[in-house]
């Protein structure tokens, strides 16, 4: 994992997942602005998720 991301992911969720889909990144936004931690939740699910097809 990179840790960059995983530090935007807690500061700032949608600019963490800005390589995935529109869609993707407005849920993370939406997410957010529910409550911050949603947003981070779902942001660290996303990376985990691209880094576990990565590496299959």
Known sequence: MDIRRLILAVI????SVTNKEVGTIMLTGL???????????????????ETRQAKS
């Open 12 to 15: 700032l969720p949608p600019a």
């Open 31 to 49: 997410l957010t602005l529910l409550g911050w931690l949603p947003g981070v939740a779902f942001a660290l699910f996303m990376i985990n998720q």
